[in-house]
């Protein structure tokens, strides 16, 4: 690293002993540095790129002790113009980089041999064959001659430090700059090299001369030819410098360059004695010393041309053969010896060399190596980065396209963060992502490092600004040049041991003109996740500047300079672990709920996101949603909701159609107590659970094929018989059949259905709905029996004699009808009345305050009803009708009288009063007083009494002693199973329980099957399918203390207008479209724990966490304590480990 | 024994100390006045990848180890020492440390990490001489992970192949480190060293033992 990790006191830095003969240890790179130390160089810059950095680094390092200025300039180009700046003031230069910084050098370059240099001035540019950490490799040598640049390419470290000294000697004396050329095999082995003196520096100083500095085409037609002398003259110099060397003898050669010549020397150095062969090698490319090639091709019947990447010398080694008439047989890449990519390893040469020219030894068999799992390189565990693409793909989903950047966010490409759909070059990522959304118009992210911003992200930002490019454009600022070893950028605040102020990069992009500018922590999840969102909404080039230090070089730079000020907190997080009492635990699986779906991506990114989002998130919280607590069918409300939010509604109507029986009535008719629990409710509204399973429900109806097909159990051959055909007695049926028994479905209506289908009016659930509910459990092969009235045409003992055994659901029967004193109005029930359409008044008074009575009167409007007024006990908060029921009442014009009762009927309708409640919200009429106000008289023409249902007048007797039915007593039935005290009796919904909702009654269905099939089959058989627990009555924990950023009301449904509506029965509520349902989806704060979540592991991928004995592990080694897979891990099993070594978790058993 | 010339080929991943160690090797050889050449490839290698160094000492152009030519391999890693496996002699001597570190691709594909046990049966059918220890475990007994390099160099010092005193080799190590850890790191590298001259002198007297599994 550059400057910035200084130690006091420490020893002055090998490089800079002015001891001639010192033997060190040095990389090719150092050499270099070494060499440009002994040339008395007086300026070096650069920028830093493997294999080249570890020359401008070591020249930073010496440069205060030497007294010479060094920088990191912005990029390739503007160093390589420093340093001729340098030259032109007498001073030697030296400017290094890689293989790919000098193309974008290449305008000044291409000019620089006509102004030509004053001092000496060498350019550095690493090859990198092989590819080891560059997305090309590329033969530089061909820029050589294009360019009239002299070049020298090192054949090992030693060497490298002689050409830079000689390159410096060359560049001054033929006013030409010189490339040096190494290759990584030069640049990173180190070796012993010997020092020479280092040459005293004289003043710089800027001489005017324009003739000679200004090549406009006047004078540069003049420097034009100037330049063939210069390279005149540095022909001359290397014929002495001893940069090409001949040895050993005879017929049989190899003319060897760069790199490759060492592999030679070592191989010939074996095997000469055998068989005699001439060894020529060069480290100069250009200009080629032709005398010299000529002499040593004369003496040779057959050559070998050993050099890496392109046939370069091959090719002029010909061209001289046939301009000299020699008829030297010439091998290499173009007769096929060598290939045409990579470098070359010793092996490759011995076996060429073997089998072209017979000497050494033949080529030998290689043991195959076995497969080894692969160890690629990824984001360092802790890189504030990882979450910064983690939480961009979260936000703009799976189908956005990701142009991403060279450096370290390069290794964000692979999975699982998978950000990148090309890659090119440094600040490619936002021109590539603004050319890909102009011409497609599909979304696209751009993605720059901090260095690659300032090197060329600034006028690729500037042009799609510029255009108006629809473009989000993202700048992950970690402070530093991280991944070439931390060299310094604009943007790091650290120069030289000291603190200082870092360029802004907001400060530029506002000056670009971006209209959009956010600048965001991305190890706060929720704030980065927030500011990608708003991003996605914004139309053209919006900039989110992730702002983070790359943890790294903050311990290794910038903590110890800061820690002789701030000390360090005692009681901190030093990393995470995971609980494994919450990971991949699903929550319901306590109560054998647990889903047996598999995992998605889109359903993970749809938790993870949800988990995201929120602040608090460590509060406490229960392994159950509030939602799925309360929900009598204890559905994964989470579950779905992810799965819409993902996309995914096949897997959704999987979840909901296991659970529940009857989804497209409940998802119509449902009271919704999950609403009421939901945690959504503190931040803004609670999430519309219903409609969501709605959307999912009508999305499957309109498929071509029903994307949903259960598998019932093989039959087993035992036949039961269900009495009733009500929302209980369905669900037992549906259940029974998929558990393979044969069902016969008894009813007194000719149609199955019960309340479902006489209870509730056609414009809150249609009979074609329900149809479609029924057909499915019918296509199970439960049989169907109307007209079936048990204790009329129906007797239990001939169903248990045909049968093995009998689930009774026969509902709660008929309506309470109060007593009133005094002749009056008609008066009826208001299940009679939904049931009978002749009954219609133009007044109608509906007494009761729950969803029958609310119905009752919302049909009654529909009849012509004038005036509908409900009268009920309650509070108009605590009436026990669904809210939303009775807000549509009241559009549709139904008045409402709460805190009332009717006192008696008169002529003219009823006489109310208005009544006091002891106990608020309670249902038992008798808590409520008069108030003692004057009565009042209401005109009617019928009146409906609604206040719930009184047990079915049927009595029966089970020959245990015991009747049911005659009284509200359930004490002889198990509410758990179903169980009566007859072992083949059992029962459910009303029956079991007295009146309630439907999702209570289809639970009761479900418990009675369960409680059926384990006396008839035992546990083991029965669990395979369990049923929902019995609702828990109490308020769940709700995670108090948990907020979300992102403000988002509910989505509702269409309505039909209040004034058409009481027009006809047409359903009045709508179906969410599927925008909105996924933005309601993603509104979900999934408060329980998945058991299906591999959220970290496939998304995030942090190197810290492995798997062992299948479970999911944090090494405590590798993890730096960042925090953020705390912040989305689904279930809350990420905690912190503190410095005392003591956890902290919210839930029992850590 | 002491030879002329020893490949020593190094592997572990990115943060080890692979590529500090073979540049003190090298320092040591320079010290001794013995030719050498180290080799590192490197780049990635700080973010988790796999990472080698190569130290040729002895009459060497290059800094290559190539197919079965190292006389010593020193794994960081038993999976690396897998990986390397193919490029050790015949008469070669494998220093592993049996901690595993699990690559990231591999928890992301959930396959198993191969049985450390099998992995060191592998070398040895390859390699006469094995000696596999927990040399993290030893490293934190020092003192911390961080001299897991040390304990390393202790190994090497230990198996005797090092054609040079393995003293220029502990010097060179101690003028790398802090002053403050120098210490630390004589413990570290003793125990490396007893560990690896004791399994060598026992597989001399008859059995090929490996300490530590």
Known sequence: ?1150 | MTMSRCNVLLAGIGGQGVLTLARAIGTAAVAAGVPVRVGQIYGLSQRGGSVEATVRVGVAQTAFVSAAEADVLLAFEPLEAARALPRVSGDGIVLVNTRPIVPSGQTLRQSPYPDVASIVERLRLVAPHVVAVDASALAIHAARLRLLGTVMAGLLAGSGRLPFDSEYLRSAIEGQARSQTADAHRVAWTLGLEVSSRALADAAAGSRIATGM
């Not at chain 1, 992502?433 to 497609?440: E, H, K, L, S």
């Not at chain 1, 670009?512 to 909404?537: Q, W, Y």
């Open chain 1, 1 to 1150: 690293m550059a400057r910035g990790a200084r130690r006091e006191n420490e020893t002055p830095h090998p490089l800079v002993r002015d001891e001639p003969g010192h033997v060190e240890l040095l990389l090719g790179n150092e050499a270099i540095a070494r060499g440009a130390i002994e040339a008395g160089v007086g300026f070096a810059c650069g920028y830093p790129g493997t294999p080249s950095s570890e020359v401008t680094d070591t020249l930073g390092r010496v440069a205060p002790a030497l007294g010479f200025p060094f920088e990191y300039s912005i990029n390739e180009k503007v160093a390589i113009e420093m340093a001729f700046a340098a030259s032109l003031s007498g001073a030697r230069s030296i400017v290094a980089m890689k293989h790919l910084g000098l193309m974008y050098a290449g305008d000044p370059l291409s000019t620089m041999p006509y102004v030509g240099t004053v001092a000496g001035m060498v350019i550095v540019s690493a090859g990198d064959p092989s590819l080891h950490t560059s997305p090309n490799e590329q033969d530089q040598r061909h820029l050589a001659e294009m360019l009239h640049i002299p070049m020298l390419d090192p054949r090992h470290p030693a060497e490298a430090l002689e050409a830079t000294r000689f390159a410096f000697e060359l560049s001054e004396r033929a006013h030409l700059p010189v490339i040096l050329r190494p290759t990584t095999r030069v640049c990173h082995t180190a070796a012993p090299v010997t020092f020479g003196p280092i040459r005293r520096r004289a003043a710089p100083r800027f001489e005017r001369s324009p003739q000679r500095l200004l090549p406009i085409p006047s004078n540069a037609r003049r420097m034009r030819v100037e330049i063939t002398e210069r390279l005149r003259i540095a022909r001359q110099m290397m014929d002495g410098s001893g940069l090409y060397l001949r040895k050993g003898g005879g017929t049989r050669g190899i003319i060897a360059m760069g790199a490759p010549a060492a592999i030679c020397d070592e191989l010939t150095d074996r095997f000469t004695d055998e068989r005699r062969v001439t060894l020529a090698s060069l480290a100069t490319v250009f200009p080629l010393p032709e005398d010299w090639l000529v002499e040593t091709l004369r003496g040779l019947e057959t050559v070998l041309v050993v050099e890496e990447l392109s046939p370069w010398l091959e090719d002029r080694l010909r061209a001289l053969c046939s301009l000299h008439g020699l008829s030297t047989q010439v091998l290499g890449k173009r007769t096929g010896h060598f290939p045409m990519a990579f470098e070359y390893e010793p092996p490759l040469v011995r076996d060429v060399l073997a089998t072209t020219l017979g000497i050494g030894d033949a080529p030998s068999p290689t043991r195959a190596a076995e497969p080894i799992a692969p160890r690629a390189p990824t984001l360092c565990a802790a890189c504030p980065h990882r979450a910064t693409f983690f939480a961009a793909r979260s936000v703009f989903g799976p189908d956005a396209l990701f142009f991403n950047d060279i450096g370290c966010y390069t290794l964000g490409v692979n999975p699982p963060l998978n950000a990148g759909e090309a890659l090119l070059a440094m600040g490619a990522g936002f021109s590539l992502a603004t050319g890909v959304a102009a011409i497609t118009g599909q979304r696209t992210v751009g993605f720059v490092g901090d260095s690659t911003f300032f090197h060329s992200g600034i006028p690729a930002l500037l042009n799609a600004i510029k255009g108006n490019a629809n473009v989000v454009a993202v700048v992950m600022d970690n402070q530093v040049t991280a991944m070439t070893g931390f060299q310094e950028s604009p943007g790091t605040a650290v120069d030289d041991g000291r603190l200082v102020p870092a360029a802004s990069i907001e400060a530029i992009v506002t000056a670009l003109g971006a209209k959009h500018i956010e600048i965001v922590d991305p190890n706060d999840l929720s704030a980065t996740m927030c500011a990608f969102g708003r991003a996605r909404d914004a139309t053209g080039v919006s900039v989110i500047v992730a702002r983070q230090v790359c943890p790294v070089f903050d311990t290794s730079v910038l903590v110890p300079i800061r820690s002789r000020k701030t000390p360090r907190p005692a009681d901190r997080i030093v990393s995470y672990r995971i609980d494994q009492q919450r990971c991949r635990h699903c929550g319901r699986e306590g109560c054998g709920q647990r889903c047996s779906q598999g995992v998605t991506l889109e359903y993970e990114r749809a938790i993870a996101r949800a988990r995201s989002l929120e602040r608090g998130h460590e509060a406490q919280r229960d392994p159950v949603a509030p939602c799925t607590q309360r929900c009598p069918l204890y559905l994964c409300i989470q579950g779905y909701a992810a799965h819409i939010a993902a996309g995914r509604y096949a897997d959704a109507l999987e979840l909901i159609t296991d659970g529940l029986p009857l989804p497209d009535s409940v998802c119509r008719v449902c009271h919704r107590p999950c609403e009421d629990v939901c945690v959504r409710a503190g931040i803004d509204e609670p999430v519309a659970i219903n409609d969501l399973k709605r959307f999912v429900m009508d999305w499957a109806a309109q498929q071509e094929t029903y994307p949903r097909q259960p598998t019932p159990e093989a039959a087993h051959g035992r036949t039961i018989a269900v009495v009733g055909a009500g929302p209980a007695g369905l669900a037992a049926a549906q259940s029974l059949a998929m558990r393979g028994y044969a069902v016969n479905l008894f009813d007194a209506a000719e149609k199955p259905g019960g309340l479902l289908r006489f209870g509730i009016p056609e414009y809150r659930l249609p009979s074609a709905v329900l149809d479609r509910d029924i057909a499915r459990i019918m296509h199970l092969g439960v049989r169907f029996r109307g007209g079936q009235r048990l204790g009329d045409n129906l007797e239990l003992a001939d169903l248990l004699s045909a049968h093995d055994a009998v689930v009774l659901a026969a509902g709660a029967g008929d309506d309470v009808l109060l007593e009133f004193d005094g002749d009056g109005p008609m008066l009826t029930s208001g299940l009679r009345f939904l049931a009978t359409d002749a009954l219609a008044a133009p007044n109608v008074i509906v007494i009761g305050g729950g969803n029958t009575a609310v119905d009752a009167a919302r049909t009654a409007r529909r009849r012509g009803a004038e005036r509908a007024v409900i009268v009920c006990l309650e509070d108009r908060d605590t009436m026990p009708a669904i809210a939303s029921e009775i807000e549509a009442a009241q559009e549709e014009g139904v008045e409402i009288l709460s805190a009332h009762r009717a006192v008696r009927l008169t002529p003219a309708g009823a006489d109310v009063e208005r009544v006091l409640c002891r106990r608020p919200g309670s249902r038992d009429p008798a808590d409520y007083t008069s108030a003692g106000d004057a009565e009042s008289g209401l005109t009617a023409q019928l009146v409906i009494v609604a206040v719930g249902q009184s047990r079915q007048p049927l009595a029966f007797g089970l020959g245990t002693g015991r009747t049911y039915g005659a009284a509200p007593d359930f004490s002889g039935i198990d509410p758990e199973t179903g169980a009566t005290e007859h072992p083949r009796v059992f029962a459910a919904g009303d029956l079991a329980s007295g009146a309630s909702y439907v999702t209570e009654a289809i639970a009761s269905g479900l418990r009675a099957a369960w409680g059926l099939d384990t006396a008839l089959r035992g546990r083991g058989a029965a669990d395979r399918r369990l049923p929902p627990p019995r609702a828990s009555r109490e308020t769940p924990c709700g995670r108090s203390g948990v907020t979300r950023p992102d403000r988002d009301g509910r989505h509702r449904p269409p309505e039909l207008e209040p004034r058409s509506r009481v027009n006809g029965f047409e359903e009045v509520t709508g179906t969410l479209s599927e925008a909105d349902a996924r933005r309601e989806a993603m509104r979900c704060m999934i408060c329980g724990h998945c058991g299906n979540c591999n959220a970290c592991l496939d998304l995030f991928g942090c190197p810290a966490f492995f798997v062992a004995d299948g479970r999911i592990e944090i090494d405590s080694q590798l993890c730096t304590a960042c925090g953020v897979c705390a912040q989305f891990c689904p279930n809350g099993a990420i905690v912190p480990v503190y410095d005392r070594g003591l956890a902290v978790t919210s839930t029992a058993g850590a």
